[in-house]
């Protein structure tokens, strides 16, 4: 969705402390706006995350409930699902086709979560989807 949708920008709540520093590193990446996540149904009423945008184009959120969702393309979402690295999107149509959501429960998740919006990140700052597949088809998190 693009910024412009989302409604009345408001500034980033501090979320939990499992998820804050996901939110803290997405928030210091050049060129990166954040803005609080409205509920879908009580926009500009109910702050339920964090959003954060390159320019218009969505990256991806975090919900409060530690859930994230990613803004993926379909190839890189495809990717992710494949390797098991994320879920597809659960909700929505069309408009959501390649997105895919993350759980963060833990602090490894967190580190996980932030790997996930930084491959989206590369993505709309203009790395190739090809190059993005590949690096996901070679990753190995931290043990």
């Known amino acids: 969705m693009k910024l412009s949708d989302k409604g009345p920008l408001a500034s980033v709540p501090t979320l ?9 590193a997405i928030q210091g990446w050049p060129g990166i706006i954040a803005a609080a996540h409205w509920d879908l149904y009580r926009v500009g009423e109910v702050v339920d995350g964090a959003d954060f945008y ?7 959120h975090i919900h409060l ?17 494949a390797g098991g ?17 993350f759980r963060v429960r833990t602090a490894a998740d967190a580190a996980h979560a932030t790997w996930l919006f930084e491959l ?11 190059k993005l597949v590949a690096a996901i088809a070679a990753y190995r998190p931290a043990a």
């Open 85 to 101: 690295w994320a879920q597809p999107m659960r909700f929505g149509g069309a408009q959501y086709r390649g997105w895919t959501e």
């Open 54 to 60: 390159v320019g218009e184009e969505e990256l991806g």
């Open 120 to 130: 989206n990140y590369q993505r709309l700052r203009g790395h190739s989807e090809a």
């Open 16 to 24: 939990a402390s499992v998820l804050e520093p996901v939110s803290q």
């Open 65 to 81: 409930s530690g859930d994230v969702h990613l803004a993926s393309s379909p190839a890189v979402g495809q990717a992710l699902v």
